[in-house]
């Protein structure tokens, strides 16, 4: 391992060790920080791996990877074709993908939606709540389905989610209900103009 | 697959008022929206489902990506198990006459994974944002001061995560 790993690898061994200091002293209710988060996709992207640190890679993942992204070919039988692109056979697409998905590094494969095209609308929101009021905050806010992103944030406006519905009035309705549940201040900052979404990691 | 996990509320007002797909449309993504299974026919079920064929089922995916309903068909990556633990929202006060080209700049990063234009608001005068993954703060922190340097404007914030609540992309 070189120094500019090693260096990656504290990174990351400190930064989950702040997280769980951080959920220590938040778990003086279980309860709720368990509710609170929407665990499922991060408790996926947690196990079956060492903590703290990154999934290990081969050759072949890393091909796979950077592909499934971007150029998933949409056929009846998309990984016999990923297969023939990267040289290997489709078992091995079959049994490499399983194994990155339970280590969380492929969460799904399937449709990204665009809210907009759709009809829907979608915006950016944040609200300023006291730390101690954390846990009950994201609860509030993970409950709706039409909630896809939610962030704790180092800032004054700490808690950052997006939000997509089929009409401006859900959206509006949603973003109501928030504020009236936790009465504190919320930013509503929907998309004026889009320069770029393209979310790949390359590796 | 289009259930919802048990803490999350379907209100009813989402059941009434529907996205403008196509009523098999809509079908075909409550379907696949959770992820496809990883066989040899991963669309044979949901075809089964629809009373279609395998065919019918791509062609159909393929028309809503066309039609830009569909943003992509592929894999949602959880960078945190990749590494990429750090997540920086750059949020930037840019001058209005300027906002077209520095968007168009910030865009051509290829750490920046998104770029939009928002509104500013007294109390957040911000009004754009760019998110930058990177596999540690300071590395992001090296992207937002090389972006500064581009655009030629220093009036911004690098706003990190501390703690992922939710993440699940968009469901119908």
């Known amino acids: 391992m070189d120094a500019k790993n ?7 061994v400190d930064a989950k060790n702040a997280a769980d200091a951080k959920g220590a002293a938040d778990a003086k209710d279980t309860a709720e920080v368990k509710n609170a988060t929407d665990t499922k996709d991060t408790a996926d992207a947690m196990k079956n791996r060492p903590v703290g640190l990154p999934a290990e890679l081969d ?3 890393r091909k796979l990877i950077n592909l499934i992204q971007l150029r998933f070919p949409v056929s009846k039988h998309p990984f016999e074709e990923i297969a023939a692109e990267i040289g290997t056979t489709e078992d091995i697409v079959i049994s490499k ?4 998905k339970n280590e969380g590094v492929v969460r799904r494969i399937g449709p990204i939606i665009n809210t907009r095209g759709i009809g829907g609308t979608n915006t950016l929101a944040a609200v300023k709540v006291p730390d101690n009021q954390i846990e009950k905050a994201a609860a509030v806010i993970n409950k709706y389905a039409e909630v896809s992103h939610n962030y704790l944030r180092n800032e004054n406006y700490n808690i950052w989610f997006t939000v ?9 309705l949603i973003l109501s209900e928030i504020q009236t549940e936790l009465d504190c201040p919320l930013l509503n900052l929907p998309t004026v103009k889009q320069f770029k979404i393209q979310v790949n990691f390359h590796v | 697959m ?3 996990p048990e803490n999350e509320k379907t209100n009813e007002i989402t059941n009434e008022k529907r996205y403008s797909v196509d009523e098999a449309d809509e079908k075909l993504i409550r379907l696949i929206q959770d992820g496809i299974e990883f066989t040899h026919s991963p669309f044979e079920k949901c075809a089964e489902e629809l009373g279609i064929s395998e065919d019918e089922v791509v062609a159909r995916l393929k028309a809503l990506i066309e039609g830009k309903k569909i943003r ?3 894999a949602s990556i959880g960078h945190l198990a990749l590494g990429f633990t750090a997540n920086g929202m750059g ?6 006459d300027k906002v077209e080209e520095t968007g168009k700049k910030m865009a051509s990063f290829d750490e920046v994974s998104h770029c939009y234009e928002r509104p500013p608001t007294p109390d957040w005068p911000y009004n754009m944002y760019t998110m930058i993954h990177c596999r540690s703060q300071e590395e992001c922190k090296a992207v ?4 500064s340097k581009t655009i030629g404007i220093t009036n911004y914030q690098l706003v990190f995560s501390e703690r992922e609540l939710k993440k699940k992309g968009v469901r119908i």
């Not at chain 2, 949020?91 to 209005?96: K, L, M, S």
């Open chain 1, 97 to 100: 993908l399983t194994r990155l």
């Open chain 2, 144 to 147: 937002a001061e090389r972006i």
């Open chain 2, 72 to 74: 992509r068909f592929g």
């Open chain 1, 6 to 12: 090693a260096a990656e690898v504290k990174d990351a």
């Open chain 2, 2 to 4: 289009s259930e919802n």
């Open chain 1, 164 to 172: 997509s519905a089929p009409t401006q009035e859900r959206l509006d």
């Open chain 2, 91 to 96: 949020v930037w006060d840019i001058p209005p």
């Open chain 1, 59 to 61: 050759e072949i993942d």
